[in-house]
């Protein structure tokens, strides 16, 4: 996949399938966006994600968007920050100059509630009606549905400040995951508590309130179940965000390695204990209760 970060002029493209908006989290909505524009390869177009930056922190990081939509099997994906340019471009401009000009689009897909151009005045509508007079196909798609609600990264912030791990799934259509290199921590755990392995998040990341949960580590083609501690170990007092995970029959070292670990289920707040032997009785009832988690699973 080839990612592009526009600063200025957008590059030109011989024809694309192309779908616009934010994409914070690809959720199971944008992924029916990303299925409709990965079908018109077959007609010899790119597939071409479009994304408009945000300056929240985001559902995933840049890094873990790029490979998800590499493998999903993206050919492009082009993020685009709101430049004074690109806020204050009229929609039809942007159609003219941008979708058909640079890109080359002969299909677009977008979702129900899409906007662009200067002042938001674009909609599905228009684009629709901008589609037939410059030459490309545009399919406007409902928003996926959860129940009576509609699927947003809103809708999924919400749950996920929540620790809802199980609801964020659904609304995902996969587990919300972390993805780092594992780094040294102190060595506390191997030599006083349990032994782990540490990731830093990204900052740009969201993350779960802080706390322990459940959850599934992966190195490669590895996986181990464990529990997870995300925050700042209060106990022994670190500065920073950490993501901490005790692995459940695993004694390998695994420094340097890269790591995606998906959260499954909230257990508990992170706390503060009076000792380390109070919080190291208080990991084993934790990773008791882990492991039960996934035996209820499997039944």
Known sequence: MEYLKIEDEFPRFPGSAVTLGKFDGIHRGHRTLVDRIL????EGLAAVLFAFSINSRMILSGEERRTLLEELGVDIFLECPLSD??????????????????????????GEDFRFGFERKGDPRLLA?????????????????????????????????????EKVSELLGRDFFVTGTVA???GMGHRVLLPTVNLIPPEEKLMPPNGVYVTVSHFGDRSFPGITNVGYKPTVGEKFL?????????????????CTVEFRHFQRP???????????????????????????CRE
């Open 184 to 186: 040294h921590g102190r």
């Open 39 to 42: 079908r018109q390869k077959e």
């Open 129 to 165: 009606s901008l589609g037939e007079k410059y030459g490309f196909h545009t399919d406007v798609l409902p928003k996926a549905m959860s129940g009576r609600r509609k699927i947003s990264s809103t809708y999924i912030r919400e749950e996920l400040r929540r620790g809802n791990m």
């Open 242 to 258: 950490g993501v901490e995970t005790y692995l459940f029959d695993c004694d390998e070292d695994l420094y340097g390695r890269e």
């Open 270 to 296: 992170e706390q503060k204990f009076p000792s380390l032997e109070a919080l190291r009785a208080q990991l084993l009832s934790d990773a008791e209760k882990g492991r039960e988690f996934f035996l209820a």
């Open 85 to 110: 340019r690109i806020r204050h471009m009229k929609a039809e401009t942007f159609v003219q100059e941008i979708l058909v000009g640079d890109l080359s689009a002969s299909y677009v897909a977008v």
